[in-house]
């Protein structure tokens, strides 16, 4: 089974995020239909690239041959003073190109093709900043597995398909009032060259010393495609998480609010999430009958 291609396009450096919700009385197989003819061979030639993902819900109601039952929507997740909020919407498409013009026009003949049977719910635009840094300065997806290592840990081997984790997050002024050393102590890690800081100075709440989890002797991995958006008075990261199963995903976002052990991750006192929401992202091959001869 082929996972969607467009996962794995690096050196893209503009993208367009829409989400999705069906009509009243439209058919959930409409909507698969109408975006999964964008996905597939060639779709990631001439520098475009496209992926696409549903509810989990709505893929498991269509498609129920390649349904992951061990996938839910996003639910609201509570945790130390602070709250990640649940935004699921019925699916989501990304466009990633070289040129903003390119993705532009390409998104909007996506949502003309599917205007029949969905409305467009968000929209957003994201752009690589400083190569492979976010918009907090510091180099974005260091603990990110290395190409070869990539699929195996963003696709579920047995049917091709990926647990999309796709979060907005908006960065507060305040972040721009530390030093560089306290920035470093709320990562975890130096800002120049991204080296993680030594475990006798590493704080228990920061950013590397919350997302770094293991279980049964390994870490679990997720792999990212995170982008920055926004202007200068209203910016912020957008987290692109691809995994193989749910579990790390969620796994995570507990540890990030402090949802089982009252810490809190100390970038969330610096940014503040404002979606959340998980997509099933089936293989070509789930996709492939839904396309018209």
């Known amino acids: 089974m082929q996972p969607q291609p467009g996962i794995f396009s690096l050196g893209t450096t503009e993208h367009c995020f829409i989400e999705l919700d069906l009509r009243p009385g439209a058919a959930a197989a409409d909507l698969v239909a ?3 003819a964008l ?30 039952t061990n996938v839910s929507p996003f639910e609201v997740i509570r945790g130390a003073d602070f709250e990640m909020p649940a935004t699921q919407h019925d699916a989501w498409f990304w466009i990633a190109g070289g040129r903003r013009d390119v993705v532009f026009d390409s ?38 597995p290395s190409m070869l290592e990539a699929e195996k840990v963003a696709v579920l081997p047995q049917d091709g398909s990926s647990v ?46 919350r997302n770094v989890i293991e279980e049964d002797g390994e870490e679990l991995a997720i792999y990212r495609r995170n982008v920055g958006y926004g202007s200068p008075t209203d910016h912020g990261t957008v ?36 979606s959340g929401a998980y997509y099933v992202i089936p293989s070509v091959d789930a996709l492939a009958r839904f396309v018209a001869d």
């Open 34 to 36: 109408a975006l999964a």
């Open 39 to 68: 996905v597939g061979p060639g779709t990631s030639a001439g520098g475009l690239s496209v992926v696409v993902g549903f509810e989990p819900g709505l893929w498991g109601e269509v498609a129920p041959e390649a349904a992951r």
């Open 107 to 144: 998104a909007v003949r996506v949502m003309d093709r599917a205007a029949p049977v969905a409305t467009v719910a968000t929209e957003l635009i994201g752009w690589v900043y400083r190569h492979d840094r976010d918009l907090t300065g510091f180099i974005d997806g260091t603990e990110n």
């Open 164 to 209: 999309l984790l796709y979060q907005k997050w908006q960065h507060l002024p305040s972040w721009r009032d530390l030093s560089d050393h306290d920035q470093e102590l709320v990562i975890g890690r130096t800002k120049p060259d991204s080296v993680q800081l030594d475990d006798d100075i590493l704080p228990e709440a920061s950013h590397v010393a």
């Open 239 to 274: 987290f692109v998480g691809f995994c193989a199963t749910q579990h790390p995903l969620a796994a995570m976002l507990r540890r990030m609010a402090g949802a089982d052990d009252g810490i809190r991750d100390a970038l969330t006192r610096y940014t503040t999430p404002l």
